[in-house]
Structure formats: C-alpha cells, structure tokens
C-alpha cells in the first residue's frame, strides 16, 4: 500500500536536496549553515537538523538531517520517521557540486519508486504505464486515426494529453508538462487521421506554456 504521507515527505526533501523550479538545491554550505556548523570547532559525533513544520511533511513523525563533517564517505543522511515510528534513511555524500549515493548505500529519495508507472513522451503526447516500444506504436496509430477508444487525462491549461494504459487504474498525476492538477478524462474518438499540422499545434502550445513558466521563473529570481 502506498503511504500517501511518507510519498508526500520523500517528494518535499527530494525537491529540497535536488532544487525545484522555485528553489535551488541544497547545498554543503547551506547544509553547514542549517546544523550550525563551524570550521573553527571541533566536532566529534554528527550535526542534526529537524525540518520545521511544513504541509507536505504532516503525514511522517519527523525529518531530520544530519550531517557528518568528517566522515570521507557519507556526508548527510536524511531521516524520515514515518507514523508508525519507522525510519527511512537515505545516504548522500557532497561531490562538490551536488548529493550522490555513496557507495552500496541507499539514496534514492522516492518511498515507492518501483510503484510508479513509467511515462514516455512521444511528439508531444505522454504515455503513462507504456514501454517506450508500445507508446510509439500507439502515438503512431492515434495519428493514423487509429486509435478510436484510447483514454488519455486533457491538461486544461496547456492540452497536453497523457495516454494511460487501460489496464492500469486511471492515474492521479499532475500534467508532466506544467504540474496542473486539473485534468479531464477523456476518451479518444476521432474517426479520420489527426491531421500532421493539428500536432505540430500542440507541440507549439505545449512549448509557449514551457516557454511562460521558464519567464515566470526567471522574473521570479531576477525581481521585476
Ligand atoms: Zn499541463
């Protein structure tokens, strides 16, 4: 069973530790700044930080970092206790630049990443639970008209569509475009070939939408 809660925290420091598109990642130096540490003192064991109440963190017991300034392999381990007081560890050590697995050690920041389908893009349609072969078939009959019966989830902001594989439940993802949670299901019911240009279309507008939010960002981090 998925632990909504747990997924919700792993996705929060993952965002945390990787950067998102409003924040950068962490990194060593902020790390040193959140546990307190200073170069000029001595210390022995590691250095914690507990993340401070957040909504996307209310489904586990605790987040805490820790940090080892001495040790060559492992520099942080991220500790997340869930409701039921277990304890999910993952292992990261600095390269200078970003958070890798040190060796043998677990650091994948997902709490149920075998359970996630996979989702492939083709010509600007995503194609969710379908090997990269099926999805391309696929893409290349909904083009032919083909495809009558097909079900996908309409992105209401930018139309992208997301095929999702019948067998599978329908899915509660956000668009992989633009993140928007508003999606209608639909069902695929063109009788004559979707015309080349109408794709060429959407891949337009799925690409002026990527083009906003990267403005968006950027008049975010820049000031006006
Ligand atoms: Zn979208």
Not at 63 to 73: H, N, S
Not at 113 to 123: D, F, K, N, Q, Y
Not at 130 to 145: D, K, N, Q, T, V
């Amino acid at each position: 069973m998925v632990d909504v809660g747990l997924e919700q925290a792993f996705a929060k420091i993952r965002a945390f530790l990787e950067g998102d598109f409003e924040h950068p990642g962490l990194t060593l130096y902020d790390l040193q700044n959140l546990v307190g540490y200073s170069s000029r003192l001595k210390y022995d064991g590691p250095l914690s930080y507990t993340m401070p109440p957040d909504p996307a963190l209310e489904g586990v017991g605790a987040v805490r970092l820790y940090y080892y300034p001495k040790d060559p392999e492992v520099t942080l381990i991220v500790e997340i206790e869930d409701k039921n007081r277990k304890r999910h560890l993952r292992h990261f050590k600095w390269n200078g630049i970003s958070w890798t697995a040190p060796r043998g050690l677990k650091a994948d920041l997902t709490a149920t990443r075998e359970a996630l389908p996979s989702i492939e893009e083709v010509g600007g349609d995503f194609f969710l639970g379908y090997a990269p072969e099926e999805a391309r078939e696929l893409a290349g009959s909904i083009r032919r008209g083909e495809a009558a019966g097909a079900k996908y989830m309409l992105c209401t902001r930018d139309n992208t569509r997301i095929f999702y594989a019948p067998t599978s439940t329908p899915p509660t993802i956000p668009c992989p475009r633009c993140g928007n949670t508003n999606l209608i299901f639909k069902t695929l019911t063109l009788s004559s070939p979707e015309d080349r240009i109408e794709a060429i279309l959407r891949e337009q507008r799925a690409l002026r939408t990527s083009i906003e939010d990267l403005l968006l960002y950027l008049k975010r981090k820049l000031g006006p």
